[in-house]
């Protein structure tokens, strides 16, 4: 029933920006934690940035600086603003939140990424 879609993510030149979105449909109750997750090659999937219902925001830190996480709880979404994009930013991007709803109670869900392309 829920589902979590993820747009934004294509092709740019490094120092250039994007902007991905989250959009979380079903029936909700309320949507806690949102965040960005990349996994980078040989390592774990590691969170990009994060942000509680209240607007309260975390980064690691190689992207502190550099990119805004957002959100938008009348739509549901959850918005990832990439500034001064690097190589190494080339991942895909998958969208996470824990999300409530009247059947089951709090669960995680995962979206099924877009891809970010940052040339050289």
């Known amino acids: 029933q829920v589902q979590l879609v993820e747009s934004g993510g294509g092709l740019v030149q490094a120092g250039g920006s994007l902007r991905l979105s989250c959009a979380v449909s079903?029936?909700?109750?309320?949507?806690?934690?949102m965040g960005w997750y990349r996994q980078p090659p040989g390592k774990q999937r590691e969170l990009v940035a994060g942000?509680?219902?209240?607007?309260?925001?975390n980064y690691s830190d190689s992207v502190k600086g550099r990119f805004t996480i957002s959100r938008d709880n009348a739509k549901n979404t959850v918005y990832l603003q990439m500034n001064s994009l690097k190589p190494e930013d080339t991942d895909v991007y998958y969208c996470?939140?824990?999300?409530?709803?009247?059947?089951?109670?709090?669960?995680?869900?995962w979206g099924k990424g877009t891809l970010v392309t940052v040339s050289t």
């Open positions: 942000i509680t219902s209240r607007g309260s925001t």
């Open positions: 079903g029936s909700i109750f309320s949507i806690t934690r």
């Open positions: 996470n939140a824990g999300v409530v709803t009247p059947a089951t109670g709090g669960m995680d869900y």
